[in-house]
């Protein structure tokens, strides 16, 4: 198969790229408009990319807003709570209904790399279970990365090391933690001593909710820098959220900066989520609670941006479309300036697929897999600009989702 009439993200002109055997087989310029072949997809001058990466949800969480109660302060913690109640009632097919629901829309938007936390402080791991199957069901939609993620505490809570270990060798992808909500300063640098050792021996990838807090003094993440750096593990390490950075002083900032940038970690921000959850205990002035997602990137570190939420005890928005997510972060960052306008697809698109270590197997180049999308607008800036839809996913060279333009009618 054929995808003609493709524009590329940082080449001028017209290109045909051939797919053959799961894999892409040539990209070739293109003279001019050409008419698509039978069999073949045409672009139409759309901007085709690597499919979209989803870095950071919660499919085990996903569509249970208002079950059975809503979250009416719209607060972290209030969520954690109505979370407890709906989590009492959960079932292993209630569990995969729903994610499966979820990749769904994500495989709608053009997502097909998706990293997921799911909550393992339950001794029965039955969300675990659950995702573990789901990774396999979906496999023709998504890659499905599984974070083991304590949502109540390794150190705070019964059996939580046991329960981190157990989901390891159940077979999750990569290690979470939540340090700032561990009991104690001491228990949230142990735990994450903890969880690099764990993901150390065992080769997986590490995730970890870092300072999701307003709280300046939340400093964990130069304790998980500072592990990634002695560790050599810095690009298989991810920092979640970090939103404690939004309210770090500058000074502390600098030196930490530089610390960050030796240990090569990987940041992910949702800036809905976080907009949404912080600066709840701020009156006026209030703060973002968002990282410093700008600066992060000005300073040459990887940063992108996730969704966190679909219609969760946290968050009740959301429709699995990443584009939404990114227009809100560059405006909540202030990141609209004419360059970073131009590479805004970064953050949805490359650096959430180094965040996933993804390697050979993303991006568009000969010898990679036949994985694209096509989006109805010509580049970057049009595409966060007029919110362009997937036209078009293509997955191992199969079309797995088409988008018929919508019409509108004028009737005189
Ligand atoms: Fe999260």
Request: charged content about 25%; proline content about 4%.
């Amino acid at each position: 198969m054929k995808v003609v009439n493709a524009r590329l993200r940082r080449r001028t002109g017209l290109y045909s790229i051939t797919l053959q055997d799961e894999r892409i087989q040539s990209i070739t310029a293109q003279p001019q408009l050409c008419v698509a072949q039978e069999g073949n997809l045409d672009a139409a001058g759309g901007l085709v990319i690597p499919p979209l990466v989803e870095p950071h949800i919660h499919l085990d969480a996903v569509l249970t807003a208002g079950e059975p109660e809503w979250n009416m302060s719209g607060t972290l913690f209030e969520g954690i709570e109505r979370w407890g109640q709906r989590k009492a009632t959960i079932t292993h097919e209630d569990t995969k209904r729903r994610a499966l629901t979820a990749i769904g829309l994500l495989r709608d938007h053009g997502i097909q790399h998706v990293r997921t936390h799911v909550d393992v402080t339950d001794p029965s791991l039955a969300a675990l279970q659950a995702m573990l199957e789901v990774r396999e069901e979906a496999r023709n939609l998504v890659d499905l990365q599984i974070v083991a993620f304590p949502q109540e505490g390794i150190e705070s809570f019964p059996d939580g090391r046991a329960l981190m270990a157990r989901a390891v060798e159940m077979g999750a992808d990569v290690v979470g933690g939540i340090p700032h909500f561990e009991n104690t300063r001491e228990q949230g640098v142990s735990s994450i001593k903890f969880l690099m050792e764990l993901a150390q021996r065992s080769g997986c990838l590490v995730d970890v909710h870092c300072d999701e807090t307003d709280d300046p003094q939340s400093r964990f993440l130069e304790v998980l820098a500072e592990e990634a750096r002695v560790r050599d593990m810095g690009t298989r390490v991810t920092a979640s959220h970090t939103v404690a950075m939004g309210s770090y002083d500058n000074a502390y900032c600098s030196k930490l900066f530089r610390l960050l940038k030796r240990s090569g970690i990987n940041f992910v921000s949702c800036p809905t989520e976080s907009i949404h959850l912080q600066g709840r205990f701020d009156t006026w002035p209030k703060r973002r609670g968002v990282t410093r997602v700008a600066e992060l990137d000005h300073a040459g570190m990887n940063v992108c941006f996730g969704q966190d939420s679909i219609k969760d005890p946290w968050y009740p928005l959301g429709n699995g479309n990443i584009l939404r997510v990114l227009e809100a972060g560059l405006h909540i960052c202030h990141m609209m300036g004419y360059e970073d306008l131009q590479r805004s697809l970064d953050f949805v698109t490359d650096n959430s697929a180094r965040t996933l270590s993804l390697g050979d197997n993303y991006g568009l180049e000969p010898g990679r897999p036949a994985n694209l999308v096509i989006l109805d607008a010509e580049d970057d800036y049009e595409v966060v600009r007029r919110q362009a839809k997937a036209r078009a996913s293509v997955r191992l060279g199969r079309v797995i989702m088409q988008r018929h333009p919508e019409r509108l009618e004028y009737p005189q």
